[in-house]
T-cell receptor, first 109, second 116 residues
Framework: GQNIDQPTEMTATEGAIVQINCTYQ??????LFWYQQHAGEAPTFLSY????GLEEKGRFSSFLSRSKGYSYLLLKELQMKDSASYLC??????????FGAGTILRVKS | DVKVTQSSRYLVKRTGEKVFLECVQD?????MFWYRQDPGLGLRLIYF???????EKGDIPEGYSVSREKKERFSLILESASTNQTSMYLC???????????????FGSGTRLTVV
């Protein structure tokens, strides 16, 4: 079966660092994606990990451990505009993305 | 600017109506997908297509059908709309995996459907 877990909500302060965790159990694995979705808008691509380790892209980093079925998204120097939902998704074989329920991040000043 | 376009941003339909949601992409992508998004449940896959005239059921296909007559267009059909189909519907497209690396999806802006 498919199971992707991430926290429902998180709150952090502007300028701080926040880590959003994601654990998964899926029937296949061809990579893990993180998407950002602002309210009322389409999800937009943030990162992709297929090998273990850390991928860094500006203020955002994503980590993957395939043996543990675990990933996290790290956001540094938080800005108010980072308030959004963050979606963890696993690519199963056949190019199908399976999504977690998403984490709502609230950034306060 | 490449994009996925969904024909309607908001729709209100009556129970029992046949509803068509249209999605067009201009990126020449082979793969297209329909998801619905509900609070606390995330995105759930309804149907997908890897090629013209080809369709596969996703995780929640009941009450839906799809049509892909042209590569750039993927339509979602609600045969007889019901109130439990009130949701945000998201269309996405992607390229096939290349050299073992998956291709990310490009999403449309979504159609918020209300069935009354």
């Amino acid at each position: 079966g498919q199971n992707i877990d991430q926290p429902t909500e998180m709150t952090a302060t502007e300028g701080a660092i926040v880590q959003i965790n994601c654990t998964y159990q899926t029937s296949g694995f061809n990579g893990l994606f993180w998407y950002q979705q602002h309210a009322g808008e389409a999800p937009t691509f943030l990162s992709y990990n297929v090998l273990d380790g850390l991928e860094e892209k500006g203020r955002f980093s994503s980590f993957l451990s395939r043996s543990k079925g675990y990933s996290y998204l790290l956001l540094k120097e938080l800005q108010m505009k980072d308030s959004a939902s963050y979606l963890c998704a696993v690519m199963e074989y056949g190019n199908k993305l399976v999504f977690g329920a998403g984490t709502i991040l609230r950034v306060k000043s | 600017d490449v994009k996925v376009t969904q024909s309607s941003r908001y729709l209100v339909k009556r129970t029992g109506e046949k509803v068509f949601l249209e999605c067009v992409q201009d990126m020449d992508h082979e793969n297209m997908f329909w998801y619905r998004q509900d609070p606390g449940l995330g995105l759930r896959l309804i149907y997908f297509s890897y090629d013209v005239k080809m369709k596969e059921k996703g995780d929640i296909p009941e009450g839906y059908s799809v049509s892909r007559e042209k590569k750039e267009r993927f339509s979602l059909i609600l045969e007889s709309a019901s109130t439990n189909q009130t949701s945000m519907y998201l269309c996405a497209s992607s390229l096939p995996p290349l050299r073992g690396r998956a291709s990310g999806y490009t999403f449309g802006s979504g159609t918020r459907l209300t069935v009354v």
